[in-house]
């Protein structure tokens, strides 16, 4: 029993200390090694990394597991994860900044907004919309961390401007909704 109540926070914490290791697969197969081999790796951890993230939801919803650090956590690991590969992908070149900047952007702003929300009380799902950009995202980094043969990386890049429109349309959806209770709360007061 202790187990199940905790596996999804110890697999936000795998997820948080898999962080590190993909940087180093990531910068030292290519800068140092320069081989295909990094690649894979770095490629399977992060999908080691979003399996987990579906994972550890998926079993604190079944085992009614979910804690307040999961909350916490979650969340941030996710977006740790995404913007470190994200930046990876950049400096050399596999991913487009703009896109990239756009991603990391969004995920700083919808944070602070849910977090001031939190404060009034309210609550914002996730729409289907976000958990489709959260799928092209994650397809996206995957196939340009792989980055060969060719049309995986074009798929990949592709993907990643889709996922960025994607973000610009549901960051403000939740930008709008944001306001529209800041003002109601001002309005309050």
């Known amino acids: 029993m202790h187990l199940r109540k905790n596996l999804p926070n110890y697999l936000t914490y795998f997820r948080i200390a898999v962080i590190p290791a993909l940087i180093v697969v990531y910068l030292w197969g290519h800068y140092v090694l320069k081989s295909e081999l990094s690649a894979c790796l770095s490629a399977a951890l992060f ?16 085992w009614k597991a979910e804690s307040n650090i999961g909350r916490f956590l979650d969340p941030i690991a996710d977006k740790l994860l995404v913007a470190t590969a994200l930046l990876l992908l950049v400096s050399d070149g596999r991913a487009d900044l703009l896109p990239a900047i756009a991603i990391v952007c969004r995920e700083i702003l919808v944070s602070g907004l849910r977090e001031f929300l939190a404060e009034i009380r309210i609550g914002v799902p996730v729409s289907k919309l976000a958990k489709f950009k ?56």
């Not at 993907?159 to 309005?187: C, E, P, Q």
């Open 134 to 189: 959260t799928a092209a995202q994650m397809a996206a980094i995957f196939f340009l961390l792989l980055g060969t043969p060719a049309w995986l990386f074009f798929l990949g890049r592709l993907l990643l401007w889709i996922a960025a429109g994607l973000t610009l349309v549901t960051g403000y959806a939740y930008l709008k909704t944001g306001l529209r209770h800041m003002a109601r709360d001002a309005a309050d007061r």
């Open 47 to 62: 999908a080691l990394a979003g399996i987990t993230d579906w994972l550890d939801g998926y079993a604190a919803r079944l």
